[in-house]
């Protein structure tokens, strides 16, 4: 599986902003999808999740509320729409997809083992 994420940009706290994830190599209907995001010297930390089955999602406490990720299997991509950006939310976001995630490991990086390019997302004050 191969993911391509992008849509990422400089914006102003306060301000929205929607990225995107193209995947290819594999139905996509399939596969888990989540995001990430890192900044450096710090672990890369869960954003968002959205489950093949049932449609359940799963979210970072410091984004909900503000994020919300989808998908469309038709087009083979996921998204996640940031609104009311604040300068903490400045990192490089990844999408992240597996077909054999466990619940116990939704919110963690060893639950995917595919993985985009990253996308920098800056948000100024």
């Known amino acids: 599986v191969q993911l391509q994420a992008s849509g990422g940009g400089l914006v102003q706290a306060g301000d929205s902003l929607r990225l995107s994830c193209a995947a290819s190599?594999?139905?996509?209907?399939?596969?888990?999808v989540a995001w990430f995001r890192q900044v450096p010297g710090k672990e890369r930390e869960f954003v968002a999740a959205?489950?093949?089955?049932?449609?359940?999602?799963y979210y970072g406490d410091s984004v909900k509320g503000r994020f919300t990720i989808s998908r469309d299997n038709a087009k083979n991509t996921a998204s996640l729409q940031m609104n009311s950006l604040k300068p903490e939310d400045t990192a490089v976001y990844y999408c992240?997809?597996?077909?054999?995630?466990?619940?116990?490991?939704?919110?963690?990086?060893?639950?995917?083992?595919?993985w985009g390019q990253g996308t920098q997302v800056t948000v100024s004050s």
């Open positions: 959205l489950w093949r089955s049932q449609g359940r999602t």
């Open positions: 992240a997809a597996d077909s054999g995630t466990i619940l116990s490991t939704v919110r963690h990086i060893r639950g995917y083992k595919y």
């Open positions: 190599g594999r139905t996509f209907s399939s596969l888990n």
